[in-house]
Protein backbone atom coordinates (compact mmCIF):
# COMPACT_ATOMS: atom_id res chain seq x y z
CA UNK A 1 0.00 0.00 0.00
CA UNK A 2 1.34 3.64 -0.98
CA UNK A 3 1.98 6.00 2.19
CA UNK A 4 0.18 8.89 0.86
CA UNK A 5 0.39 12.14 2.09
CA UNK A 6 -2.75 13.78 3.01
CA UNK A 7 -2.46 17.88 2.34
CA UNK A 8 -5.15 20.48 3.20
CA UNK A 9 -4.55 23.93 1.95
CA UNK A 10 -5.85 27.47 3.54
CA UNK A 11 -4.96 30.33 0.56
CA UNK A 12 -5.18 33.70 1.48
CA UNK A 13 -3.83 36.37 -0.79
CA UNK A 14 -0.65 37.01 0.61
CA UNK A 15 0.33 33.06 2.15
CA UNK A 16 -0.72 29.60 1.85
CA UNK A 17 -0.53 27.54 5.24
CA UNK A 18 -0.88 23.82 4.97
CA UNK A 19 -1.01 21.03 6.91
CA UNK A 20 0.60 17.54 6.05
CA UNK A 21 -1.37 14.26 7.33
CA UNK A 22 -0.52 10.32 7.44
CA UNK A 23 -3.21 8.40 6.18
CA UNK A 24 -3.76 7.41 10.39
CA UNK A 25 -4.02 10.72 10.91
CA UNK A 26 -0.70 11.66 12.62
CA UNK A 27 0.51 15.46 11.53
CA UNK A 28 3.58 15.24 9.55
CA UNK A 29 3.79 18.57 9.11
CA UNK A 30 2.17 21.96 9.17
CA UNK A 31 3.51 25.26 7.93
CA UNK A 32 2.96 28.79 5.87
CA UNK A 33 4.58 29.78 2.33
CA UNK A 34 4.41 32.88 0.78
CA UNK A 35 1.60 32.81 -1.83
CA UNK A 36 4.46 32.79 -4.89
CA UNK A 37 4.30 31.05 -7.63
CA UNK A 38 8.34 30.20 -7.29
CA UNK A 39 7.68 29.35 -3.25
CA UNK A 40 5.16 27.07 -3.55
CA UNK A 41 6.67 25.17 -6.39
CA UNK A 42 9.91 24.89 -4.81
CA UNK A 43 7.78 23.54 -1.45
CA UNK A 44 5.70 20.71 -3.40
CA UNK A 45 8.92 19.83 -5.46
CA UNK A 46 10.72 18.61 -2.43
CA UNK A 47 7.60 16.49 -0.98
CA UNK A 48 9.50 13.04 -0.62
CA UNK A 49 5.90 11.05 -0.79
CA UNK A 50 3.02 10.72 -3.16
CA UNK A 51 0.71 13.31 -1.98
CA UNK A 52 -3.02 13.96 -2.07
CA UNK A 53 -4.47 17.35 -1.79
CA UNK A 54 -7.48 19.68 -1.10
CA UNK A 55 -8.04 23.20 -1.02
CA UNK A 56 -11.58 25.63 -0.41
CA UNK A 57 -12.31 27.35 -3.78
CA UNK A 58 -11.45 30.95 -3.35
CA UNK A 59 -10.39 34.09 -5.35
CA UNK A 60 -6.98 32.53 -5.49
CA UNK A 61 -7.18 29.11 -5.68
CA UNK A 62 -6.69 28.86 -9.57
CA UNK A 63 -2.94 29.74 -9.71
CA UNK A 64 -2.39 27.11 -6.81
CA UNK A 65 -4.29 24.35 -8.69
CA UNK A 66 -2.18 25.05 -12.14
CA UNK A 67 0.86 25.24 -9.58
CA UNK A 68 0.33 22.17 -7.64
CA UNK A 69 -1.46 19.99 -9.49
CA UNK A 70 1.95 18.57 -11.32
CA UNK A 71 3.10 17.59 -8.56
CA UNK A 72 0.20 15.71 -7.06
CA UNK A 73 -0.92 12.32 -7.21
CA UNK A 74 -4.84 13.95 -6.85
CA UNK A 75 -5.76 17.28 -6.29
CA UNK A 76 -9.22 18.90 -5.48
CA UNK A 77 -11.17 22.47 -5.06
CA UNK A 78 -14.07 22.17 -3.21
CA UNK A 79 -16.85 24.58 -3.09
CA UNK A 80 -16.82 27.13 -0.24
CA UNK A 81 -20.35 26.36 1.06
CA UNK A 82 -20.17 22.69 0.43
CA UNK A 83 -21.38 20.30 3.23
CA UNK A 84 -19.50 17.52 5.13
CA UNK A 85 -21.39 14.04 5.10
CA UNK A 86 -20.55 10.87 6.97
CA UNK A 87 -23.27 8.13 7.68
CA UNK A 88 -21.36 7.15 10.47
CA UNK A 89 -20.27 6.13 13.23
CA UNK A 90 -17.65 8.51 12.53
CA UNK A 91 -13.84 7.93 14.11
CA UNK A 92 -12.62 11.29 15.66
CA UNK A 93 -9.03 12.63 15.02
CA UNK A 94 -8.57 9.30 12.17
CA UNK A 95 -11.34 10.23 9.47
CA UNK A 96 -12.71 13.29 10.68
CA UNK A 97 -11.38 16.58 12.85
CA UNK A 98 -13.55 16.90 15.50
CA UNK A 99 -13.99 20.84 14.10
CA UNK A 100 -15.10 19.42 11.20
CA UNK A 101 -17.73 17.03 12.33
CA UNK A 102 -19.08 19.66 14.39
CA UNK A 103 -18.72 22.19 12.36
CA UNK A 104 -21.46 23.99 11.00
CA UNK A 105 -21.11 22.86 7.51
CA UNK A 106 -21.87 19.15 8.86
CA UNK A 107 -24.83 17.36 8.33
CA UNK A 108 -23.15 13.76 9.71
CA UNK A 109 -25.62 13.43 12.49
CA UNK A 110 -28.69 14.37 10.26
CA UNK A 111 -27.64 11.35 7.82
CA UNK A 112 -27.15 9.40 10.81
CA UNK A 113 -30.57 9.73 12.19
CA UNK A 114 -31.94 9.25 8.45
CA UNK A 115 -30.41 6.47 7.68
CA UNK A 116 -31.35 5.17 10.93
CA UNK A 117 -35.28 5.71 9.88
CA UNK A 118 -34.14 4.32 6.64
CA UNK A 119 -32.41 1.20 7.78
CA UNK A 120 -35.39 0.34 10.32
CA UNK A 121 -38.33 0.87 7.70
CA UNK A 122 -36.43 -1.67 5.49
CA UNK A 123 -36.15 -4.13 8.17
CA UNK A 124 -39.61 -3.67 9.09
CA UNK A 125 -40.40 -4.11 5.92
CA UNK A 126 -38.50 -7.68 5.31
CA UNK A 127 -39.67 -8.76 8.31
CA UNK A 128 -43.65 -8.54 7.17
CA UNK A 129 -42.81 -10.30 3.84
Known amino acids: ?3 YH ?7 KRS ?3 CVKEAGGRIVEEGRLRASRAEL ?5 RRGAPWRGAMEATMFSGWVWDVLRPYAERLQVAHPDCVVMHPGPIQ ?4 IEDAVADGSRSLILTQVQVGLTVRA ?3 EY ?3 N
Open 121 to 123: VCL
Open 41 to 45: AEWAG
Open 126 to 128: ALE
Open 1 to 3: MIG
Open 92 to 95: RGVE
Open 6 to 12: YIGFDIH
Open 16 to 18: IQY
